[in-house]
């Protein structure tokens, strides 16, 4: 089986990519999803995260307050890797868990969307790389009207990723997702298409 992995950057577009590739019959599973369901109240995951960052880290309804979370981790670096080392390890798991339960369903080609692939340095879990990218400032100007976050904000969160640039050139798919919806779309049908001839073209940059 193909296992293939969507990336990209904050508001790059993943999650429309990852929502096409599902449309197209392709299985699909969702890394932030997973991330949350690892630190649901009464997981090892959500005790690890409330002893880190203390019981203020609770909602009302006694889950993780995301939005304070990410506030606390996108302007401490430290913050950051703590909350990483707790959540990755039991993403990465689900992940290979998922794709072997695909395996023994017979699928040939599922994606899963890793939107900090290349920062964990989870590439080579994978069999193929497809980035969904977009220039900085529309991935900073999306990010401001998605959160409501000011623009410092939103370029630090951007930046706490690696440039999409970057995840680019080492890919062997990259979307461009700053045109059209329909032009997005053409290249994630070529890209289906790809993975419907055996995979021969699927390896090509």
């Excluded at 017979?106 to 994606?111: D, S």
């Excluded at 970057?166 to 059209?180: E, P, Q, S």
Aim: glycine fraction near 6%.
């Amino acid at each position: 089986m193909q296992r293939v992995a969507l990336t990209g950057g904050i508001a790059s577009g993943k999650s429309y990519c990852l929502a096409r590739f599902a449309a197209a019959g392709l299985p699909t599973v969702d890394a932030d999803v997973l991330a949350r369901e690892v630190v649901t109240p009464g997981t090892p995951g959500f005790a690890e995260v409330v002893a880190q960052f203390g019981p203020g880290i609770r909602a009302a309804d006694g889950t993780i307050d995301r939005r304070a979370l990410g506030r606390r981790i996108f302007t401490d670096a430290a913050s950051r890797r703590a909350l990483e080392k707790i959540i990755h390890p039991r993403v990465y798991a689900a992940i290979h868990d998922w794709f072997a339960a695909r395996t023994r369903e017979g699928v040939r080609v599922a994606i899963a969307d890793v939107p900090l692939l290349y920062e964990t340095a989870h590439e080579s879990d994978f069999d193929l790389v497809i980035v969904a990218a977009c220039p900085e400032p529309m991935q900073v100007a999306r990010v401001m009207a998605r959160d409501r976050l000011s623009e410092a904000e939103a370029r630090s969160r951007v930046a706490s990723q690696l440039p999409l640039a970057d995840k680019a050139r080492r890919a062997n798919f990259v979307i461009d997702t700053a045109g059209t919806t329909a032009q997005t779309d053409q290249q994630i049908d070529a890209v289906v298409r790809a993975f419907h001839h055996d995979g021969h073209e699927a390896h090509e940059d």
